[in-house]
């Protein structure tokens, strides 16, 4: 089983529509979370933390469900900038000194 | 530039061949990551450094595989012996170590034909 785990899509949604993505993780000791985006044939970049308590930034919603080891990205009113693939980040530590690991990304295309 | 350097961006080399990868980190970021992208995956884990000390290196598919950061600043990953599955991008991230938030380079593009 992988260390983490995420539907690879593709999700195919229209311009304004809300879209859910869930990611799977195996080492209930895992301490730090994140969600990546990637654009095509270009490096990853962080996009939010994920932090116990669920949190938003802007159309982006995050939260974290440590019972059942999985977490979530809620994106509402998707734009077509959105279209990317969406990397899930687990990290044993609260710090960066650790062995992090991403899963395989789902990816996203909103269309017009 | 301010952010991760990495080199050379593309290299084509023949199987066989032994290839070296150069990652130049943001200055005065202590972790450094070395990941494998093949295309349509997400980035695997091969090797991390905080300064010079290699801590973790268990995602280093074979011992053709080498990485070493000699002064806790630029490193080199090195494939010996290339084999086709090497083809893939290779990822370098550098991190402050205080947070979980990596900054990675564009990647460099291995093709073994």
């Known amino acids: 089983r992988k260390e983490v785990e995420q539907d690879p899509g593709p999700f195919n949604v229209p311009e304004g529509a809300t879209v859910a993505f869930n990611c799977t993780y195996s080492?209930?000791?895992?301490?730090?979370f994140f969600w990546y985006r990637q654009d095509c044939r270009k490096e990853p970049k962080l996009l939010m933390s994920?932090?116990?308590s669920g949190n938003e930034d802007g159309r982006f919603t995050a939260q974290l469900n440590r019972a059942s080891q999985y977490i979530s990205l809620l994106i509402r009113d998707s734009k077509l900038s959105d279209s990317a693939t969406y990397l899930c980040?687990?990290?044993?530590?609260?710090?960066?000194?650790?062995?992090?690991?991403f899963g395989s990304g789902t990816r996203l295309s909103i269309r017009p | 530039g301010a952010g991760v350097s990495q080199s050379p961006r593309y290299k084509v080399a023949k199987r066989g061949q032994d290839v070296a990868l150069r990652c130049d980190p943001i200055?005065?970021?202590?972790?450094l990551f070395w990941y494998q992208q093949a295309l349509g995956q997400g980035p695997e884990f091969l090797t991390y450094?905080?300064?010079?000390?290699?801590?973790?290196k268990s995602g280093l598919p074979s011992d053709r595989f080498f990485a070493e950061r000699p002064e806790g600043s630029v490193s080199t990953l090195k494939i010996q012996r290339t084999q086709q599955e090497d083809s893939a991008v290779y990822l370098c991230?550098?991190?402050?170590?205080?947070?979980?938030?990596?900054?990675f380079g564009e990647g460099s593009r291995l093709t073994v034909l």
């Open positions: 991230a550098s991190s402050l170590g205080n947070t979980g938030e990596l900054f």
């Open positions: 080492n209930s000791a895992s301490q730090s």
């Open positions: 994920v932090y116990s």
């Open positions: 980040v687990v990290n044993p530590l609260y710090s960066s000194a650790s062995k992090i690991i």
């Open positions: 200055s005065g970021h202590v972790s």
């Open positions: 450094f905080q300064n010079e000390a290699q801590l973790d």
